[in-house]
């Protein structure tokens, strides 16, 4: 018989699942999320919003634009994670595993 005409639970041996995109506690339950919510909560804090001390010299606003852009991008990243990655790669793992 082909490979094209056997069925997936012919061809791949049973054992540990085919795809595994990590823990998906952690993914269902936001924990990295949080974490890096919390710490960019702490530079938004310490730093009075990003914003300018009157003294800031240039690498000083450098560092605080650069803070800033960060916790944006971070914010973006965390929604297309949480949002559009993560649910797909469940779904693909659940459909994966249960071919089997």
Do not use: W
């Amino acid at each position: 018989m082909s490979t094209s005409t056997q069925s997936i639970r012919e061809i791949v041996p049973s054992g540990p699942p085919l795809f595994s995109c990590g823990s998906t506690t952690d993914i269902q339950n936001g924990s990295a999320t949080r974490r890096s919510n919390h710490v960019v909560s702490e530079l938004h804090r310490m730093t009075e919003g990003f914003a300018y001390p009157p003294s800031a010299c240039a690498t000083h606003i450098a560092l605080l634009d650069g803070l800033r852009a960060f916790a944006t991008d971070l914010k973006q990243h965390a929604h297309l994670e949480n949002d559009l990655l993560f649910p797909r790669a469940i779904e693909m793992e659940a459909t994966l595993n249960n071919r089997r």
